[in-house]
T-cell receptor, first 113, second 111 residues
Framework: NAGVTQTPKFQVLKTGQSMTLQCAQD?????MSWYRQDPGMGLRLIHY???????DQGEVPNGYNVSRSTTEDFPLRLLSAAPSQTSVYFC????????????FGEGSRLTVL | DAKTTQPNSMESNEEEPVHLPCNHS???????IHWYRQLPSQGPEYVIH???SNVNNRMASLAIAEDRKSSTLILHRATLRDAAVYYC????????????FGDGTTLTVKP
């Protein structure tokens, strides 16, 4: 199994550009989530989903959109990138058993100039 | 969401036990206590979790206070590969239970 796969691993954007970070998992997990991690900080939850067609906001949702059309995929869209969105982004998934562990991707490093 | 408090950093010598504390005084009765660690330039990885009873697995042990307001992650023999940021997280006992990460404890292991 590949687990949680994120693409791209690295991306440089100019202010105002848009892009989508892709996340796919092959474990049939219902729950998926996106975090961002700024240098020297912990992870902050952006958005999460408990199943196809269902999404909700986390701690820092502004500037990001998500959708969940399939169980496998949970893309994160930046509509108009800002320098404050420079960060490392992690996608994570788990099954909906209450004690299920989170499986993380390797991260996507985004720089906005 | 209930919050956790951890020391910013800790040091240990190689092959010695390490006790990483976490305070969670506002924990609710059904919150699970999870621990993750993040090695440099990697995503977090699961370490252990528990509800009320102490737990052991191949990576570590989790000791939970009787009142559940604190817990301790125990690494029985620290190795250089255990140097990481360790996060203590509370997660609500629901399908949508969110995992809120704090800043964690940076563990340094000295040879």
């Amino acid at each position: 199994n590949a687990g949680v796969t994120q693409t791209p691993k690295f991306q440089v954007l100019k202010t105002g550009q848009s892009m989508t970070l892709q996340c796919a998992q092959d474990m049939n997990h219902e729950y998926m989530s996106w975090y961002r991690q700024d240098p020297g900080m912990g992870l902050r939850l952006i958005h999460y989903s408990v199943g196809a067609g269902i999404t909700d906001q986390g701690e820092v949702p502004n500037g990001y959109n998500v959708s969940r059309s399939t169980t496998e995929d949970f893309p994160l869209r930046l509509l108009s990138a800002a320098p404050s969105q420079t960060s490392v982004y992690f996608c994570a998934s788990r099954d909906t058993l209450n004690t299920g562990e989170l499986f993380f991707g390797e991260g996507s490093r985004l720089t906005v100039l | 969401d209930a919050k956790t408090t951890q020391p910013n950093s800790m040091e240990s010598n190689e092959e010695e036990p390490v006790h990483l504390p976490c305070n969670h005084s506002t924990i609710s009765g059904t919150d699970y206590i999870h621990w993750y660690r993040q090695l440099p330039s990697q995503g977090p990885e699961y370490v252990i979790h528990g509800l009320t009873s102490n737990v052991n697995n191949r990576m570590a042990s989790l000791a939970i206070a009787e009142d559940r307001k604190s817990s301790t992650l125990i690494l029985h023999r620290a190795t250089l590969r255990d140097a990481a940021v360790y996060y203590c997280i509370l997660r609500a006992n629901t399908n949508a239970g969110k995992s809120t990460f704090g800043d964690g404890t940076t563990l340094t292991v000295k040879p």
